[in-house]
């Protein structure tokens, strides 16, 4: 039967059949804006509020409703993480053909990826960096994982805000390994990341080339330590273009990336401080310096003093010694 | 701290340096204490003028560019003031500029701006 029918138009019934039905619903459909593995993300129109709004539904079979029920959770573990770079839930519920969905911000923006090519300032990259980690360290303190950190997964918006995306596979920890009001709760979700890999409960979740090698062996104790060595691999990418990077730079993102998580920096937060400390010109954890370094790093920092006072000295000692006659 | 205190003990010290300075120069090693009492004062007026300026304008590059004009324009009248057929107008004028610059420089990195008001 499809011999009959044009590519394009066997696209465009695969379209209608993946469009939400929203019938009955606040949304109108104006169009697709991604597919994952279980779900796509639409772009609507709250028609009560009259605005736009991303719309994130399961379209995949869900016989037992667990995709259902992890979709549900994903929307409830992101709303309960109130933070500027991370992107609010706005509304929840169930549609006319009895999936669930929710609504979120809609983001228009780069990704991280797309708006690298707009900098080359290594400063300002390092600067977006630690935007990264705010909200990261933020949701560890409330006992969430992202476990799927990536390029990719961060988008910059038109007035340069950071936001932290799909928190699709994100997992709460264990009680003892966070402090924070969710840390009681422990539940996996699993989302709609392209190329993330997601299979079923206790195995491998998360991106090829940014999961932390305990997350690719598949351990279920993940921690912080995991999202640290993604982070990681984000620094390595924003400093890519840097040649040579700068040793401490380096230091600092083998540290993050260290195939032991012993080894690794314990939170995200630390790792910030230490990117902090570079951008300052001050020493870092990672990178232990001998005097002479430490002595170049204080010139460095201190350049325009030390410049403005040697003129300063010079400017006497010639007065003193060449005295007009 | 403030940028307007900053400039002021800056401008103080800086002056009491410049002027003490004097004792290198034989010549003038007699007026050794008028020299460092008018080299205070210029400096405390200096750092004042450019502390004030700090909190109102906020570039480095601006800072530095008022620091200099100040510090020239006040060694300029101490120099002019000096009895006698010589005024050292360039011995007195270009360490006065540096050290404008550095106040200049010091006061727009370091303290703090005014609060904006608000109710």
Redesign the interface.
């Known amino acids: 039967m499809t011999r009959y029918l044009s590519d394009s138009a066997l696209e465009r019934l695969r379209e209608a059949a993946d469009a939400p039905d929203l019938s009955g619903t606040r949304y109108r459909l104006v169009e697709k804006l991604g597919q994952g593995g279980m779900g796509g993300v639409f772009c609507v129109e709250d028609t009560e509020l009259e605005r736009r709004v991303a719309l994130k539904v399961i379209s995949v079979p869900d016989g037992e409703g667990a995709l259902s029920a992890r979709l549900l959770q994903e929307a409830r573990v992101i709303a309960k993480l109130e933070h500027p770079g991370i992107v609010p839930v706005h509304d929840a519920g169930v549609m006319p053909d009895g999936r669930p969905y929710y609504t979120m911000k809609l983001v228009q923006g780069k990704r991280l990826d797309e708006y690298l090519g707009t900098t080359t300032n290594l400063s300002d990259r390092l600067r977006i960096f630690l935007r990264i980690c705010d909200p990261v360290a933020f949701a560890h303190a409330h006992g969430v994982l992202h476990r799927d950190l990536k390029p990719a997964n961060v988008m910059i918006g038109p007035f340069g805000e950071v936001l932290v995306m799909d928190w699709g596979l994100s997992k709460m920890l264990q009680s003892g390994e966070a402090t924070g009001p969710l840390a009681s709760q422990n539940s996996e979700t699993a989302g709609a990341t392209p190329s993330s890999m997601q299979t079923a409960h206790g195995s491998v979740l998360g991106t090829p080339g940014y999961m932390a090698p305990e997350q690719v062996r598949g351990d279920t104790k993940l921690d912080q330590r995991a999202d640290v060595y993604s982070l990681g691999t984000i620094l390595q990418f924003l400093i890519a273009d840097a040649s040579p990077a700068p040793k401490a730079l380096v230091a600092i993102r083998q540290k993050a990336t260290a195939t032991d998580a012993a080894e690794r920096y314990l939170t995200v937060p630390e790792l910030a401080a230490d990117v902090a400390h570079f951008l300052d010109g001050m020493s870092v954890s990672a990178y232990p310096e001998g005097p002479f370094g430490r002595a170049w790093r204080w010139i460095r920092r201190n350049q325009?003093?030390i410049l403005?006072?040697l003129?300063?000295l010079l400017?006497?000692t010639l007065?003193?010694f060449w005295?007009?006659r | 701290m403030n940028k307007a205190l900053i400039g002021l003990l800056l401008g103080g010290i800086l002056g009491v340096l410049d002027g003490l300075s004097a004792w290198f120069t034989p010549a003038v090693r007699n007026q050794l204490l008028g020299i460092v009492l008018g080299s205070t004062v210029k400096g405390l007026i200096a750092g004042v003028l450019i502390g004030f300026f700090a909190r109102k304008v906020n570039s480095l590059a601006l800072g530095i560019v008022f620091g200099l004009a100040v510090g020239l324009l006040l060694a300029y009248a101490v120099a002019a003031m000096q009895p006698g057929p010589n005024h050292y107008y360039f011995e007195i004028m270009l360490p006065g500029g540096i050290v404008g610059t550095i106040i200049g420089y010091a006061t727009q990195r370091f303290g703090e701006a005014p609060q904006t008001a608000t109710r």
């Open positions: 325009v003093w403005l006072l003129a300063y400017a006497r007065l003193i005295r007009p």
